[in-house]
């Protein structure tokens, strides 16, 4: 499950995956908030949480995570990944020098951290 998070400037697509998330979440909750934040802006920023209760990714949404990432691939300025789960900082790690824009995994425990880099 996938659910947009208030509280961010408008620059700035914030969302949290609890349990599976699926290609639906994608469809239905990340991708129109990166399509409307790019009618606005020229570039965007994207906050991903994934707390202790994330699952894993059905392969569906994987997919989409790569087509709306390359879709828009030179819009994206920053991206806070904040998450516990080692296999996904370690991807992030891995993947960032692929995105023109920054790109950094968070621990949870530097949420705050996490924020105040995303929003600066």
Do not use: C
Not at 6 to 25: E, I, L, M, Q, Y
Not at 54 to 71: C, I, N, Q, S, Y
């Amino acid at each position: 499950m996938m659910e947009n998070l208030p509280g961010f400037p408008d620059t700035v697509v914030a969302v949290s995956a609890k349990g599976r998330v699926s290609r639906a979440d994608y469809e239905t909750i990340l991708i129109p908030a990166v399509e409307q934040a790019l009618e606005r802006h020229p570039k965007i920023r994207f906050w991903y949480e994934l707390g202790p209760e994330f699952t894993g990714l059905d392969a569906g949404a994987a997919w989409e995570d790569f087509k709306v990432g390359m879709r828009h691939l030179t819009r994206w300025e920053r991206m806070a990944v904040v998450t516990d789960v080692e296999w996904i900082r370690h991807a992030v790690d891995i993947f960032r020098f692929l995105m023109p824009g920054d790109m950094r995994s968070f621990p949870v425990s530097e949420r705050a951290s996490a924020r105040e880099w995303i929003t600066s």
